[in-house]
């Protein structure tokens, strides 16, 4: 055994003594020795239960709790739908927890597909969250007994690290220009810039439907062509003042008529970007057959993914070049290697969602499945608060742009349920509130 790998996990086994009783020297030889269950018989799962904190934002994580027959041997799983956390918490409490019960723990795949299949409908976000708790912490719990990471169980590293873009945004040129440049100084070579919210709310001024009293003062108004006239001046600024080698990305979020966004796209070339995100919503992903002949600006979809039949068309005709789906969107890492290895095939390259929606142990999946495979992008990185790395010891470290995950067995990440309590889930249920034209017509978000 490498003395830095016993020395790393030693403080991983520091870092996560927090939520046990044992020294740092017995935790570490306790997570360092493969947890072979006594005697090579099933090991049987004996609950499945969901944990709901919100360290950070007040945005509402969800993570599934896998607990096995063998004594302290638990696997931890990603959850989150930040949208309809509550939802997702009564499908693993009322549904998952009953059906895996007794159930074997180390056959993955049997258990991806029966629970998939045990609502006889599926592909749906709330099921397919807890689907993907479920899963990822069954890989976590393997990774254990096998006293390996994640990734060495999926063919180990292809690069040393994870590459990761990081946001920048501000409500004029300027202050994107600061976050762009003090992101370079931290190393990131891919940024994502974004004038304001998502179609730049803060351009369109009043809406008319507001002073006609049409909806509720809380929501906003977003003008498609304000928002277009501005996203290539931004553009212009940045590459002028932040030079020609940083990469930059955009994402239009779905937010404007499908062909406003072709235009965009066109008029965006200029500035080479490294991916423009989401320039239609699910339900017009056709329409990406009349923009990819247009342009060569390369193309990013998937985040709201939640069925196969929204990705296959897209990658087996090389619509697109980079996948984004949120991974407990599509159920787990079970579909999302089948997924990679698909885009593969077609060249499509991986840039899985991770914004602050997505928790530490997501985070970690996300980066445990890029390490792995051979069609790696380019991977969203958010910066942890203190208090979601208490909640999440183990959780990834960014350094130089790129993001790390610990060598120690499964994801490398534990969670501190006293902690996590002292987070609780905000009063605001999570929807998403309505964004509107000048006229007050809905706006998909
Ligand atoms: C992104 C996404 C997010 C989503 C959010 C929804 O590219 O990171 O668009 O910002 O809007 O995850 O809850
Ligand atoms: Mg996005």
Redesign the pocket.
């Known amino acids: 055994m490498q003395r830095r790998r016993f020395l790393d996990l030693l403080t991983l086994g520091a870092a996560a003594g927090a939520t046990s009783a044992l020294t740092p020297r017995s935790r570490a030889a306790e997570v360092l020795a493969p947890r072979s269950p006594a005697g090579s018989g099933p090991l049987r799962i004996t609950r499945v239960r969901p944990i709901l904190t919100a360290p950070q934002s007040g945005i509402r994580l969800v993570v599934v709790k896998v607990e096995t027959s063998e004594p302290g041997l638990y696997g931890l799983g990603c959850a989150t739908f930040n949208q309809r956390p509550l939802a997702v918490k009564t499908a693993v409490e009322e549904y998952l927890d009953g059906f895996c019960r007794g159930r074997d723990a180390r056959n993955i795949e049997d258990l991806w597909q029966t629970v998939y299949t045990s609502s006889y409908w599926r592909n749906g976000p709330v099921l397919n969250n807890a689907l993907s708790g479920l899963d990822q912490a069954l890989w976590d719990i393997k990774g254990k007994v096998a006293g390996l990471p994640v990734y060495q169980l999926l063919g180990g590293k292809a690069r040393f690290a994870v590459d990761c873009y990081a946001h920048a945004s501000g409500s004029d040129h300027a202050q994107v220009i600061d976050n762009v440049q003090r992101l370079m100084t931290e190393g990131y070579r891919h940024i994502r810039i974004q004038l304001g919210r998502y179609g730049s709310t803060h351009l369109a001024g009043k809406g008319d439907f507001e002073a006609e009293g049409f909806g509720l003062p809380v929501e906003s108004h977003l003008d498609p062509a304000a928002y277009c006239r501005a996203v290539p001046r931004m553009f212009a600024a940045v590459r002028e003042k932040c030079g020609e080698a940083i990469e930059l990305l955009h ?1 239009i ?1 779905e937010r404007i008529p499908p062909i406003d966004a072709i235009r965009l796209c066109k008029q965006l070339e200029a500035y080479r970007p490294f991916f423009i ?2 320039p239609f919503s699910p339900e017009d992903v056709n329409w990406f057959r009349i923009l990819r002949p247009q342009t060569s600006v390369p193309l990013a979809m998937g ?1 709201l993914f939640n069925n196969p039949h929204e990705w296959t068309g897209l990658i087996t005709e090389r619509l697109i070049d980079f996948i984004r789906v949120h991974l407990s969107q599509i159920g787990g890492l079970t579909p999302a290697r089948k997924l990679a290895a698909l885009a593969e095939a077609f060249n499509v390259r991986s840039a899985w969602h991770g914004p602050l929606d997505v928790s530490p142990v997501g985070h970690a999946a996300n980066a445990h499945l890029d390490l792995a495979i051979w069609n790696f992008g380019i991977q969203e990185a958010v910066r942890f608060n203190d208090a979601m790395r208490e909640v999440f010891p183990g959780a990834p470290v960014m350094k130089n742009g790129y993001m790390h995950v610990t060598e120690a067995p499964g994801w490398g990440v534990d969670l501190d349920e006293t902690a996590a309590q002292r987070f609780p889930l905000p009063a605001q249920p999570g929807y998403w509130l309505p964004v509107r034209r000048r006229d007050g017509t809905a706006v998909r978000p």
Do not use: G, Q
């Open positions: 994402d979020h995100e989401d985040e």
